[in-house]
């Protein structure tokens, strides 16, 4: 299991783009610059702005003193805004649902345990969701205990 590493860069580049516009106060920063100070290649940056452009996490403007912004305060973004933008809603585990109990001696034996080890997936899912939807960027930035 894994998510992609655009996920992970989207992460940095919003967090980069917080911590820039914190000393520049609301200026726009160059996909050259976030490229060169992140070692992201430019065409991937230009890719996941694009996607959190369209999620309402960045802002951009065109020209001479144009680049990216947060669209948003960074405590009104969370981690989990991110990851849905760049990863979707597609479920973290998927359940293999082909087993019948009733082709087991013990049937109902087999299906607590199918119903048990769903349930305990879905938990986690939901842990790490909780986790993700309680942290924002401001968070990340102060280094909150939660990170």
């Known amino acids: 299991m894994a998510f992609s590493v655009a ?3 989207a992460l940095d580049i919003a967090a980069y783009v917080d911590a820039k516009s914190q000393d520049q106060r609301d200026e726009y920063l160059s996909i ?3 490229s060169e100070m992140l070692n992201i290649p430019v065409p991937s940056i230009k890719k996941i702005s694009a996607t959190l452009k369209k999620n309402g996490i960045l802002s951009s403007k065109t020209g001479l003193n144009g680049g990216l912004r947060l669209a948003k305060p960074a405590d009104a973004i969370t981690i989990y805004d991110i990851l849905i933008a760049i990863e ?3 479920p973290l585990f998927k359940i293999h649902e082909a087993v019948d109990p009733s082709a087991f001696v ?3 034996r087999v299906e607590r345990w199918l119903d048990a080890s769903s349930k305990v997936l879905n938990q986690a899912e939901e842990a790490m969701l909780k986790v993700l939807k309680n942290t924002s960027l401001a968070d990340l930035a102060k280094g909150s ?3």
Do not use: L, Y
């Open 88 to 90: 979707g809603r597609t």
């Open 7 to 9: 996920f992970s860069q």
């Open 145 to 147: 205990d939660r990170v």
């Open 106 to 108: 013990n049937g109902t």
């Open 32 to 34: 050259q610059k976030i």
